[in-house]
């Protein structure tokens, strides 16, 4: 079964996105923030990955800078999940090798059903 | 922790964040340049923001939200954290403390925090903001600086997929980032809005047409749809250099007024108003648009030349092995066949035009003829080709007269006959397969067949005292030079008899039937093809050559066995589940030369009641047939329709089938009589 792993600084967020995404037979790993986030990408094998944009410490658009120079990451899917739509953010995230962008609030089935269109891709 | 409720984690994480807040506010208040104090209180205030708003802790995220923006600017370096703006964010967080706790609130108190909050932003350096409009904030104001220069206004229309709400996006925002780039003016696209019982709610059924005004490169848009671009349409067009004062809206009103509508309306409100208007829209969906009948015509022609075409197609790709070309082909014929349908539906139009055209006929003889007369029209929506229509005027005006003229009787004859003194004429259509059935019928006095036949033998129709059966009396009405009229009077017998009625009938490759039941007046009844331009027919042969029959009168293919085959020539009868049929051999008829397959066919059709089998060598199967008609010198020629061109070029004759099975029943009338 695939495995994802969420990152976002709010606790209550990856609460929410494990518990859709478990239902669905994912298992689902947390980091808190963006640097958090690289440490545990390398060192578990992610089929996809859920970010924040706005955390302390390192930021999403940072995170998925960093991942994708690595090879291992290069072709993971990473979606962005953020209250933020500034369309020049997403146009940084797009170059950047960002996948998909959703905006908070959302729901939680809407969130399973891009993460399962994702992956059967 | 993984079981646990993310509201509940909430409630920890807003106490959490809102300490983080306070903490950093107070330290800013110590160090009022820190940047990452600045940064790190604007992520809390954030994080804050959007938690709240995804568990339904609406108050908080939409308070905690303008608080956010004052801090985003303080982060951008347009204001400054001065000590009154830190003393109004922490006045503003006790107020964010009591939203997180779920206690009451009085909004009032909110509203007051805000508009302190405004104040010493605008008191810090920013200009006053305006707190609703948020995000908006964030971009630069189109025309703060440099107004004119460089503001271009494009025409953005887009739809989203069907199910781009199911894949998490969201329209709304993509409308608030076009609106960041500039001055806009948004309308939403209802046309593509089902009726309401066709609606899935979950689909998005709205599309947009958003003018937007912006300095921002042509990329700048493309860019809100940079996540769905491969799922919509998107056209984008640039209409004007500089914003057009026409189009521009006084200046304070864009903002303020035009963009809201649309937006908040691209939830239920259009969906409302368009399901109320299904009616209209369907009404004018019905709304017509008049043609000339000659480019009917033309586009008819060509139908038909595509199709000839199509069935060469057909023939190629059924001699190829190629499955792409077999495939194509298949699809050509469908849509040649569907084009055809269609065409022929656009030519259609309800008898109704014609049956209105005899109530002035009716009361023109009414008055000529001193007799009551009541039109009754049935089946006035049936609808048959323009052409035959047309054609189909003179023949019912000639037989309309016919009934008023003979068929009726005086008033005082039907009060005698115990009728109601009103004749009626009933003018009736209905469909019956490929064909039109239109009858005429009254309830006069019936034919006479005593004069029918005396007329007939005083005109050399039939010798005197020759025995026929009543069917066979009743036909001699359409012979040549025949009518029974005593007296020719205004209105029938202006030496156009029955005959031409038949005449132009048989040209519609249509067949006529009279019957008359003693005592209950009589009946016409006209069979008519509904077009006269393309049909489907029953491709077969006969020795080296090829015929079609119109598919619309085959009833069955049988095999005629050696054994049927020898025991009769000429002629033959065939027991078809204990009913007999008469089969005629086209080979015979047509006097083919070369030898007949071992095992022939019998096609057996049917019009007017009688069935026939026609015998053949081989059945091809089935073909579309455009028919061309037979030039002017084998118009004559009885057994044809006319003729169409084959796939490969040749060229098949069209069977008249109702003039095959009269001829057969004319020329050797017993098996026809076993047969009913």
């Known amino acids: ?121 | 922790m993984s079981s646990a409720d993310p509201v509940e984690i909430f409630r920890v994480e807003a106490q959490e964040l809102l300490e983080q807040i306070e903490q950093g506010l107070l330290d800013l208040s110590h160090t009022p340049g820190d940047k990452e104090l600045v940064a790190a209180v604007f992520r809390a205030l954030h994080t804050l923001k959007g938690s709240g708003a995804m568990f339904g802790f609406d108050a908080l995220a939409g308070f905690t939200h303008h608080c956010e923006t004052a801090f985003d600017r303080v982060r951008k370096g347009e204001v400054v954290a001065t000590p009154d703006l830190v003393a109004a964010v922490l006045n503003a967080m006790d107020h964010m403390r009591a939203l997180a706790e779920g206690r009451p609130c009085d909004a009032h108190v909110g509203d007051a925090l805000l508009v302190e909050l405004e104040r010493v932003v605008a008191a810090a350096g920013g200009a006053p903001t305006a707190m609703p409009a948020a995000v908006a904030s964030a971009a630069p104001a189109p025309g703060d600086a440099d107004q004119g220069a460089g503001l271009k206004t494009w025409r953005v229309v887009f739809t989203l997929a069907q199910d781009v709400l199911i894949n998490g996006t969201r329209p709304l925002p993509m409308l608030d980032e076009l609106r960041d780039l500039g001055e806009c003016r948004i309308r939403a696209i209802t046309d593509a809005i089902p009726p309401l019982e066709a609606l899935t709610p979950t689909h998005c059924h709205l599309g947009w047409e958003v003018e937007v005004t912006t300095d921002q490169p042509r990329s700048a848009i493309e860019d809100v749809f940079m996540f769905v671009i491969d799922d919509m349409t998107l056209d984008i067009t640039e209409i004007g250099r500089e914003a057009d004062p026409a189009v521009e809206a006084p200046p304070a009103a864009p903002a303020a007024s035009v963009p809201p509508q649309p937006t908040t309306a691209a939830t239920p409100e259009p969906e409302i108003a368009s399901a109320a208007n299904g009616d209209a829209k369907a009404g004018r969906a019905d709304a017509s648009v008049r043609v000339p009948a000659q480019r009917l015509d033309e586009l008819m022609d060509r139908v038909g030349e595509l199709v000839i075409a199509q069935s060469r197609l057909k023939q190629i790709a059924g001699a190829s092995q190629d499955m792409n070309l077999r495939s194509v082909a298949e699809e050509i014929e469908h849509l040649a066949s569907e084009l055809r349908d269609s065409m022929m539906s656009v030519r259609m139009v309800p008898v109704a035009q014609l049956f209105s055209r005899f109530r002035r006929l009716i009361h023109d003889l009414s008055r000529d003829t001193g007799k009551e007369i009541d039109l009754i029209t049935e089946g006035e929506t049936t609808e048959l080709d323009k052409t035959v229509i047309e054609r189909l005027a003179d023949p019912l005006i000639h037989l309309i007269r016919n009934s008023a003229d003979h068929g009726l009787e005086s008033p005082e004859e039907r009060l005698a006959a115990g009728k109601p003194a009103a004749g009626r004429i009933i003018l009736a259509a209905r469909q019956a397969g490929a064909e039109v059935v239109i009858t005429v019928k009254d309830d006069g006095r019936g034919v006479n067949r005593d004069r029918v036949r005396a007329k007939a033998e005083e005109n050399g129709l039939l010798a005197p005292g020759a025995v026929i059966s009543d069917a066979e009396l009743l036909q001699m009405i359409f012979q040549p030079g025949f009518s029974t009229a005593a007296k020719v009077t205004n209105l029938s017998g202006r030496g156009v008899g029955m005959d031409v009625v038949k005449r132009t009938i048989e040209g519609l490759r249509g067949s006529l039937e009279l019957s008359s039941p003693a005592g209950e007046g009589s009946q016409v009844a006209l069979r008519i093809p509904l077009t006269l331009a393309i049909i489907d027919g029953l491709l077969v042969r006969v020795g080296p050559e090829r015929y079609v029959i119109p598919l619309s009168a085959v009833e069955e293919c049988l095999e005629l066995t050696p054994e049927q085959d020898a025991r009769s020539t000429g002629r033959s009868v065939l027991t078809i589940r204990d009913q007999l049929v008469p089969f005629m051999r086209l080979r015979s008829m047509f006097n083919t030369k070369a030898p007949p397959d071992a095992y022939q066919k019998i096609v057996v059709v049917s019009t007017g009641g009688e069935r026939v089998g026609l015998v053949v060598d081989q059945i091809l199967g089935d073909h579309q047939t455009v028919i061309k008609p037979l030039s002017v010198f084998h118009s004559e020629v009885g057994a044809f329709s006319g003729a169409t061109i084959l796939g490969d070029g040749g060229v098949a004759l069209i069977l008249d089938v109702g003039h095959l099975t009269s001829e057969a029943a004319l020329s050797d009338p017993s098996p026809l009589r076993a047969a009913s």
Do not use: C
Not at chain 1, 43 to 72: C, F, Q, S, W
Not at chain 1, 88 to 117: E, H, I, R, S
């Open chain 1, 1 to 121: 079964m695939p495995s994802i792993l969420t990152v976002d600084d709010s606790a209550s967020i990856r609460q929410t996105i494990k518990i859709a995404l478990s239902s669905e037979g994912y298992s689902v790993a947390e980091a808190v923030d963006g640097a958090d986030g690289v440490k545990k990408a390398d060192a578990g094998a992610y089929d996809l990955i859920v970010t924040d944009l706005n955390m302390p410490i390192m930021d999403g658009l940072t995170m998925i800078r960093e991942l994708r120079k690595k090879p291992a990451h290069a072709g993971t899917p990473i979606l962005f999940l953020t209250t933020e739509s500034d369309a020049d953010m997403k146009a940084q995230a797009k170059a950047a090798g960002a996948t998909g962008w959703l905006t908070k609030p959302f729901d939680p089935d809407q969130l399973v059903k891009v993460v399962n269109k994702v992956l059967a891709r």
